[in-house]
Structures are given as structure tokens and as C-alpha cells.
């Protein structure tokens, strides 16, 4: 169930993002540059990276509970780096809860 609501929320969004970047008049480095030259904005960024580093940090834990390296969730830590929602949302589609958790 986890893996179908993951993957339901990852396929918008990518649609979505790769729409976004595709007809955005800036960089995403600009654009991000943009966002923390603002207090307000600078805060939202600010948070919504401290939960990626939430979510990056769960991923790791989650794939060692699995017995798997570090380097099998790089490129899941990798876009979350970049894109935030899509790392753990795609690895939540790929791999699911560990041990059977529930949401």
C-alpha cells in the first residue's frame, strides 16, 4: 500500500517538475539563489531542507536495517539534494517500508 501512495504522489509531481523546469526562464541554481536572498523565503528553504536531511537520514537508516551499502541509496540521497519530495518518494515506490512498517 505504502509503494502504490508513493507512487501515485511521485508521478505528478515528476510530471509536474519536469514541466516546470522545462519552461522555467532561469536556472534551477538562479532560481534557488533567488529563494534564500529573502528572510521569509530563506526560512522555507531553510526547513524544507532540514526535512530532506530528515528524510536522506532515514533512507540510510532504513537500507543498513535492509543490509544494504550506502552507495545502493546514493542516488535516492542524490535527488533528494536536488528535487527534495522525489528521492524519498521513489524510494519509498521502489522499496517499500522495511519490516513490514505501517503509515
Known amino acids: 500500500m505504502v ?3 508513493a507512487l501515485a504522489l511521485l508521478v505528478p509531481l515528476t510530471l509536474y ?3 516546470t523546469m522545462s519552461t522555467a526562464e532561469q536556472s534551477l541554481l538562479a532560481f534557488g539563489l533567488e529563494l534564500v536572498s529573502s528572510p521569509d523565503t530563506a526560512q522555507l528553504v531553510i526547513d524544507l531542507y ?3 536531511g ?3 537520514f532515514w533512507m540510510v537508516r532504513d537500507n543498513r536495517a535492509r ?3 550506502t552507495g545502493a541509496v546514493l ?3 542524490l535527488l533528494t539534494a536536488v528535487f527534495v519530495s ?3 518518494l521513489l524510494y519509498l515506490a521502489v522499496r517499500g517500508l522495511a519490516g513490514g512498517q505501517r503509515v
Do not use: D, H, Q
Request: proline letters at 10%; glycine letters at 20%; aromatic letters at 14%.
Open 17 to 19: 517538475t519536469a514541466w
Open 50 to 52: 532540514l526535512m530532506a
Open 86 to 88: 522525489v528521492g524519498p
Open 67 to 69: 543490509g544494504g551499502s
Open 75 to 77: 542516488p535516492y540521497l
Open 54 to 56: 530528515l528524510a536522506g
Open 3 to 5: 509503494r502504490f501512495i
